[in-house]
């Protein structure tokens, strides 16, 4: 009985443990993934055309379950051709057909590097099934960031304003994995400028652009691995989020 009286008192002073290990959250996540690119402009018009490889890194810090914010580094190559599209070779011309037609074609890499506010459509977690947490939930994303195109042609930048959707699973208590698609909407009109072929895809009809009227955007798709770091400190159900 003595035995048993220890056993039972040692159980009970464990059960705090036990229901924090099982109730433990964390501050953030960090990871990569890997996928494919493509462009949108005056070089390309269809979705997933031309798609090209992307990678990068991330780190999430996670506010509640249902929010987090995202920085996020990535690398990506965007290509794209005019095909038989008309295409002025000068738009400035005064030919009242408009000028000859031109063709143009591009090739380069992009940097991205944005944050971006993630809101999961269902309690992100794993441990506390009491509130209804799920370990699979699709999200959406908006943010803001910067993009640089380095040469070959010449180095172009602008901001872009990233928007877009995905899904998070978490495998395991601090591993999770997840497919996101994005696109990227820049204040440049210079993504695909060419003179490789005696045209420059900038203003190509001489149009000007504003803004994000009528400039160039890209996507990426990617699928994702990140670690949960930096746990929070539990004291049983008793958690306080950021709201």
């Given at each position: 009985?003595?035995?048993?009286?220890?056993?039972?008192?040692?159980?009970?002073l464990c059960i705090p443990w036990i229901v924090r290990a099982q109730d433990e959250v964390y501050r953030m996540e960090l990871g990569g993934g890997?996928?494919?690119?493509?462009?949108?402009?005056?070089?390309?018009?269809?979705?997933?055309?031309?798609?090209?490889?992307?990678?990068?890194?991330?780190?999430?810090?996670?506010?509640?379950?249902?929010?987090?914010?995202?920085?996020?580094?990535?690398?990506?190559?965007?290509?794209?051709?005019?095909?038989?599209?008309?295409?002025?070779?000068?738009?400035?011309?005064?030919?009242?057909?408009?000028?000859?037609?031109?063709?143009?074609?591009?090739?380069?890499?992009?940097?991205?590097?944005?944050?971006?506010?993630?809101?999961?459509?269902?309690?992100?977690?794993?441990?506390?099934?009491?509130?209804?947490?799920?370990?699979?939930?699709?999200?959406?994303?908006?943010?803001?960031?910067?993009?640089?195109?380095?040469?070959?042609?010449?180095?172009?930048?602008?901001?872009?304003?990233?928007?877009?959707?995905?899904?998070?699973?978490?495998?395991?208590?601090?591993?999770?994995?997840?497919?996101?698609?994005?696109?990227?909407?820049?204040?440049?009109?210079?993504?695909?400028?060419?003179?490789?072929?005696?045209?420059?895809?900038?203003?190509?009809?001489?149009?000007?652009?504003?803004?994000?009227?009528?400039?160039?955007?890209?996507?990426?798709?990617?699928?994702?691995?990140?670690?949960?770091?930096?746990?929070?400190?539990?004291n049983c159900n008793n958690i306080k989020y950021v709201f």
């Amino acid at each position: 009985m003595k035995l048993f009286r220890v056993i039972l008192s040692s159980f009970l002073l464990c059960i705090p443990w036990i229901v924090r290990a099982q109730d433990e959250v964390y501050r953030m996540e960090l990871g990569g993934g890997v996928g494919g690119s493509f462009y949108l402009g005056d070089a390309n018009s269809k979705p997933f055309a031309h798609f090209g490889p992307m990678g990068g890194v991330m780190a999430r810090y996670i506010l509640n379950p249902h929010m987090a914010i995202k920085g996020n580094l990535a690398l990506g190559h965007i290509s794209g051709n005019t095909g038989k599209t008309f295409f002025p070779e000068n738009a400035g011309s005064e030919d009242a057909d408009g000028g000859r037609q031109g063709f143009a074609r591009f090739t380069r890499n992009v940097i991205d590097f944005g944050a971006q506010f993630e809101f999961n459509f269902w309690g992100y977690g794993i441990g506390r099934g009491y509130e209804g947490y799920s370990r699979i939930t699709p999200y959406m994303l908006i943010g803001a960031g910067v993009t640089i195109a380095p040469k070959p042609v010449e180095t172009d930048a602008g901001f872009n304003i990233p928007l877009g959707v995905g899904m998070k699973f978490k495998v395991k208590r601090r591993l999770n994995i997840g497919l996101e698609w994005s696109v990227r909407f820049t204040t440049t009109d210079r993504l695909d400028v060419s003179n490789t072929d005696g045209v420059i895809l900038d203003t190509p009809y001489g149009v000007k652009s504003s803004g994000f009227k009528n400039k160039d955007c890209y996507s990426f798709t990617m699928l994702f691995v990140t670690y949960d770091l930096f746990p929070r400190c539990v004291n049983c159900n008793n958690i306080k989020y950021v709201f």
